[in-house]
């Protein structure tokens, strides 16, 4: 089993700046491919950004590509999201998710076996 647990979310301005963290647990991660995911009301889960732990491989969505960056260390099992330029259709609950596997363009939340509790990020305008 894998746990994972999110931290980092809070309220910011539109232009701001916050950094999630998910630490994970359980299980050794070096063959696994790390992703965040969003949900605002009344919309689906959306992927954000994945990254294979091993080779460091990243993939962003179009919508946060320049704005995010995804990062890892694997010494503290933890991934990180750095989230910059903030717009207030950022607001979601951001979800940490890992899969086992190397490819990190799989963005269905269906490939992606375990997940964090989510935390709530919210940018006023």
């Known amino acids: 089993q894998v746990q994972l647990v999110e931290s980092g979310g809070g309220l910011v301005q539109a232009g701001g700046s916050l950094r999630l963290s998910c630490v994970a647990s359980?299980?050794?991660?070096?063959?696994?491919?790390m992703g965040w995911f969003r949900q605002a009301p009344g919309k689906e889960r959306e992927f954000v950004a994945a990254?294979?732990?091993?080779?460091?491989?990243?993939n962003y969505a179009d919508s946060v590509k320049g704005r995010f960056t995804i990062s890892r260390d694997n010494a503290k099992n933890t991934v990180y999201l750095q989230m910059n330029s903030l717009k207030p259709e950022d607001t979601a609950v951001y979800y940490c998710?890992?899969?086992?596997?190397?490819?990190?363009?799989?963005?269905?939340?269906?490939?992606?076996?375990?997940w964090g509790q989510g935390t709530q990020v919210t940018v006023s305008s």
């Open positions: 998710a890992a899969r086992n596997g190397w490819n990190t363009r799989r963005t269905s939340p269906d490939e992606y076996d375990y």
């Open positions: 359980g299980r050794t991660f070096s063959s696994y491919v």
């Open positions: 990254i294979n732990l091993s080779s460091g491989t990243t």
